[in-house]
């Protein structure tokens, strides 16, 4: 998907939302257990509601990975059945993914070639040739990580070097890479009065924003710091909506509480 | 398998080779690609050829996933058929992951529970919640990425904060969440000159070192400035062993390189 698209969807759609597939048997309501294959039968149900209300989907690989060949099967169904419904999109794999150039160049065939995923989430910490592999591919879109939700993202990030923090030096340097056109930024909600600063360092680029709702970040705040004027944020939500309840009615329930975080998001877009 | 155990291993098979599985369609003798499954059935010759000449193993999880599910069946059958040959082996799952603590855990199921590796590679930019969900299993390892073998390392690697390298950090912090019987450190064979000194700050942990052979680094260097008493390093190497000889004679020429760098190393193991 194109810059320009993305920004047409999030104006047609009137929000930024992204929703995460995090999909974790212990989790889904009890009822799917039965199903024949119940993670791909919970992101169907939760796509089904939410697709509407949302811009994108971000499955954490980790939870597919975890249940082996079941897990990878229900992921690539899961985007097939995303793609068939032919409504645009924004899918981004959230891999965190980062390795030497000729390794990197698989992990993009993975996720650009084998799946049709729009973006990956890239670590930084192996420099250029880890990242530039993804950038090869054309409307395709790496997202690395810059300054995470977690509590760790204190320990190494942090560190201040040559007046700048670790997260402040991979924004920078990987803007020689990259362009607003095919990379983004993972900038932890849980930072909210950081905002303002890495939008002035990063000012075109897309971030992705995790962290608001379970992790405790601050949506308004997000908002009002790190908008530019093309939106410039997509702000993921996954245990506040997809496990918002564990009954019967979790899909029509998911589709609620999308719509209470798009009622939010609403005076921002415009 | 104990840090005890895998000294044993490395004395009695009079080596620290670990071969790299980085099983690749493209590159395989050409008359595999017949066999049911020609990912599992190379990994198959080249683990009967080499076993006895090695102390471990290290598929890259990266060229399993590039073939979706049928990659990841190989991957699965890989690690099952070594275990099945009850020898001791160390198994490196090279998948780099690091994730938010939650999602981290869920990778730690992957690779110990789900399979049988001995060993994660973790990637460090998220810091200690991403780290410390795969300590927690006895007898299994962590391997963090310290300086790693790629040029992109000098990238945010070498950047330079409170007099020590971001690699220096970060070997030094994560030293507070494990010990040297559950972290290792990836140290690259591509910086022979930085072995003495990572040496001075990780005095008893195992380094695993990529970068010998196709990609340039000093197995001499490397011995004599990075042993320890322990012997203290897992040297791997992938192409120049697996991927020596493009015909029906693979495994005999592949066992024949392993031979080789033995040989290379016999003179520091006593």
Redesign the interface.
Known sequence: MHRAELIALIRQRNTMLCVGL?T?LQLIPKHLLQAEDPIFEFNKQIVDATIDYCVAYKP?I??Y?????KG??AL?KTVEYIRSLNKPVFLIADA??????N??K??A??FFE??DFDAVTV?????????TPFLEYKNKWVIV?GL??????????M????DQF?YE??IT?TQQWGTPENLMFVIGATHPEKFKEIRSIAKDHFFLVPGVGAQGGDLNQVCANGMNDDFGLLINSTRQIIYASGGEDFAAVAQSQALDVNLQMKQYIR
Do not use: C
């Open positions: 995090d974790d954490n980790a939870f990975e975890a249940f082996g060949t990878w099967i690539e965190k993914r980062g390795d030497i150039g390794t990197s698989m992990y065939r993975t084998h799946m670590a930084p910490y192996m420099g250029e040739d880890s990242v990580l995470t939700s977690n509590k760790g993202s204190n320990d190494f990030q560190l201040r070097s040559e670790l030096h991979v340097k």
